[in-house]
T-cell receptor, first 115, second 114 residues
């Protein structure tokens, strides 16, 4: 149980393009989803926390207008990187949990490369 | 503020050797959760264990064991009889009582040499 699916796995696109990444909880209802960013050989840094039906809470230093998060249902959250530039190239990974009692379960991540 | 320190950046051991990954944490909370995650080369994060700060019992799961010592704020992870498939980056992490924001350590890259 507790499977989180993230799509797409890889994205390569031109600078200026907007890219949408989906995170789905397949076998549970995710009341809270999290988005992390990981640069090569570095740790995971939390970008934002989203609760179903409400606005995401962004960590300090994360641009809200750059990284749009939508958590429209209990099984789906999306991260849209708007007008992506090469410095946005990174590994983005989501996680989801269904209650305070359960640990976060992670998706497989999305490797984003902006040319 | 919370902080997780994994002082070992990279470790290499020969297959079948035992290896211990260190994790030291800082928190002002009296209750918290500690985690270990495995990140293989493919990139996904695999949940290994969660430990409540009230539970200081050591835990063993197959070749994996965890030593939680609240007195020294450490939560070390030992792999016994290591295998090549254990090669990965291992992250220790910490959350406050609300079990929301995970604070990750910088990770330890473990390489098992056949």
């Amino acid at each position: 149980g507790a499977v989180v699916s993230q799509h797409p796995s890889w994205v390569i696109c031109k600078s200026g393009t907007s890219v949408k990444i989906e995170c789905r909880s397949l076998d549970f209802q995710a009341t809270t989803m999290f988005w992390y960013r990981q640069f090569p050989k570095q740790s995971l840094m939390l970008m934002a926390t989203s609760n179903e039906g409400s606005k995401a809470t962004y960590e300090q230093g994360v641009e809200k207008d750059k990284f749009l998060i939508n958590h429209a249902s209990l099984t789906l959250s999306t991260l849209t990187v708007t007008s992506a530039h090469p410095e946005d190239s990174s590994f983005y990974i989501c996680s989801a949990k269904d209650s305070l009692l359960q640990p976060q379960h992670f998706g497989d991540g999305t490797r984003l490369s902006i040319l | 503020a919370q902080k997780v320190t994994q002082a070992q950046t990279e470790i290499s051991v020969v297959e079948k050797e035992d290896v211990t990954l260190d994790c030291v944490y800082e928190t002002r909370d009296t209750t918290y959760y500690l985690f270990w995650y495995k990140q293989p080369p493919s990139g996904e994060l695999v949940f290994l264990i969660r430990r409540n700060s009230f539970d200081e019992q050591n835990e063993i799961s197959g070749r994996y064991s965890w030593n939680f010592q609240k007195s020294t704020s450490s939560f070390n992870f030992t792999i016994t009889a290591s295998q090549v498939v254990d090669s990965a980056v291992y992250f220790c992490a910490l959350t406050p009582p609300s079990n929301e924001k995970l604070t990750f350590g910088t990770g330890t890259r473990l390489t098992i040499i056949p």
